[in-house]
């Protein structure tokens, strides 16, 4: 069973653009939650969607965005990018409605420069 | 919302030794409590979890103990082996908040051979 798979797995941009992850869970998961993992603050939850709804929103500027398809698929998006994005942008997936495993892909490495 | 903070955040022990990382929680609300690994380039893996209604889990050489009155939960690791360092996160959810984890600052573990 293949796991969870993110891309692009790094990537570089300059501030004031804008930058699209991608995520395709497990199949048959229909939660899928973004983290963004950083030296200094650790590993913040930003939202979290089942089946195409969010259902969970972290504390993160309008900026961050996400939606996910009806096949479960995710997508985030940053717009206006600043120094500070730059981050590991972790994926999980889970096939339960509510609190349990996640399962994380390796991640998305955004660098702003 | 909820605060997770655990300690220590760099640990260092000897192939064979036990290993204890420890985490406290603020909201009484939360009732799950899983604890992951990450290894270098990789995302986190989920280890063991706990959830309110039982003060103590034991899988192998990992064992998570919670105290639900004083707000803390424990992870301990018995014989040690080189391969456990990595850096361990604990975390805390509530059962209405979907997938959203709360996580803790992590603890670098170290097994020296």
């Known amino acids: 069973k293949a796991g969870v798979t993110q891309t692009p797995r790094y990537l570089i941009k300059t501030r004031g653009q804008q930058v699209t992850l991608s995520c395709s869970p497990i199949s048959g998961h229909r939660s899928v939650s973004w983290y963004q993992q950083t030296p200094g603050q650790g590993l913040q939850f930003l939202f979290e969607y089942f089946s195409e709804t969010q259902r969970n929103k972290g504390n993160f500027p309008g900026r961050f965005s996400g939606r996910q398809f009806s096949n479960s698929r995710s997508e985030m998006n940053v717009s206006t990018l600043e120094l500070g994005d730059s981050a590991l942008y972790l994926c999980a997936s889970s096939g339960g409605t509510n609190t349990g495993e996640l399962f994380f892909g390796e991640g998305s490495r955004l660098t702003v420069l | 919302g909820e605060n997770v903070e655990q300690h220590p955040s760099t640990l260092s022990v000897q192939e064979g030794d036990s290993a204890v990382i420890k985490c406290t929680y603020s909201d009484s609300a939360s009732n799950y409590f899983p604890w992951y690994k990450q290894e270098l380039g990789k995302g986190p893996q989920l280890i063991i979890d706990?959830?309110?209604?039982?003060g103590e889990k034991k899988d192998q050489r990992i064992a998570v103990t919670l105290n639900k009155t004083a707000k803390h939960f424990s992870l301990h690791i018995t014989e040690t082996q080189p391969e456990d360092s990595a850096v361990y996160f604990c975390a805390a959810s509530k059962g209405n908040a979907g997938n959203m984890l709360t996580f803790g600052g992590g603890t670098r573990l170290m097994v020296k051979p």
């Open positions: 706990i959830r309110s209604n039982v």
